[in-house]
């Protein structure tokens, strides 16, 4: 691999080269959908709309879609996210709470990645042609939604 398409994947945040992976998540701790890769040089807001995730779930994000729900990350982005504390301040208790009850439902989302991430494929790190990563995370993306949804038919 040239020193140029290291450079280009190099995480400065994680110091290692990689891709960012957008993924869309239910409620029940399932993926449903995720994104094409990004270069891991790229924060998350930008790789929501990079990576086609951000048109492709537009509808929930319009006003009267069902929402969808971020970290901090993606504040701009479109998702409900938590609120930053102001700079020199305090959050309200309201938006405390708000906070509290968006976090909550986050941890299914965060399961679901940790349920992605289990795939030895990936947990390991990729180490195949990375023109070939993009086919192999929709593989796994497909068995692991199969995965998922065979469990809740048992």
């Known amino acids: 691999m040239s020193g140029r398409a290291t450079t280009a994947l190099f995480s400065g945040k994680k110091h290692l080269c990689g891709q960012n992976v957008q993924v869309i998540a ?3 701790g399932r993926v ?3 994104g094409d ?3 891991g040089a790229r924060h998350d ?3 929501f709309n990079i990576s086609g995730i951000a048109e492709r779930w537009a509808g929930h994000m319009a006003e009267d879609g069902p929402g969808m729900l971020a970290d901090c990350g993606y504040q701009g ?3 409900t996210t938590p609120y930053k504390k102001p700079p020199g301040g305090d959050l ?3 938006r405390k709470t708000c906070n509290y009850k968006i ?3 986050r941890a299914a989302v965060e399961r679901a990645i940790a349920h992605l991430k289990n795939w030895k494929i990936l947990k390991t790190g990729y180490h195949r042609i990375m023109t070939d990563f993009p086919d192999v ?3 796994v993306t497909g068995l692991e939604i199969f995965r998922a949804t065979a469990v809740g038919f048992e």
């Open 37 to 39: 890769p990004v270069n």
């Open 103 to 105: 976090n909550r439902l």
């Open 77 to 79: 982005a479109g998702p």
């Open 92 to 94: 309200t208790d309201v």
């Open 26 to 28: 239910d409620l029940h």
């Open 137 to 139: 995370l929709r593989t």
């Open 45 to 47: 807001a930008a790789a």
């Open 32 to 34: 449903v959908d995720v």
